[in-house]
Nanobody
Framework: QVQLVESGGELVQAGGSLRLSCAAS????????MGWFRQAPGQDREFVAV????????YHADSVKGRFTISRGNAKNTVYLQMNSLKPEDTAVYYC?????????????????????WGQGTQVTVSS
């Protein structure tokens, strides 16, 4: 039994910053791969960033490199997404996801079907 809950989404101005958080609860395993995805209206859900269950390895989509940073709290059942220099095209529902599957490649990190648990999403709206 695993539950993921996102928070922190809101309306912000272009160029602003926002920090999203995701908390996992109700699971028996202590470490897992956690990622962030987003979905804009009429668009497919796309990969944003991932934090590996192993060490502090992270990987970010090219579209957000240099602006977004994924990190994990000292409690490994938490993950954050720091978003800076926000653009209107960042407007989307942001979802956190988790899996206990061993993911080792960038292509695997980006595959939605490999993630077993998903939050309900939090709306991020960037105004111009």
């Amino acid at each position: 039994q695993v539950q993921l809950v996102e928070s922190g989404g809101e309306l912000v101005q272009a160029g602003g910053s926002l920090r999203l958080s995701c908390a996992a609860s109700g699971r028996t395993f202590s470490d897992y791969t956690m990622g962030w995805f987003r979905q804009a209206p009429g668009q497919d859900r796309e990969f944003v960033a991932v934090a590996s269950r192993y060490g502090i390895n992270t990987y970010h989509a090219d579209s957000v490199k240099g602006r977004f940073t994924i990190s994990r709290g000292n409690a490994k059942n938490t993950v954050y997404l720091q978003m800076n220099s926000l653009k209107p095209e960042d407007t989307a529902v942001y979802y956190c996801a988790a899996t206990e599957k061993p993911l080792y490649s960038r292509t695997d990190y980006e595959r939605r079907l490999l993630y077993d648990y998903w939050g309900q999403g939090t709306q991020v709206t960037v105004s111009s």
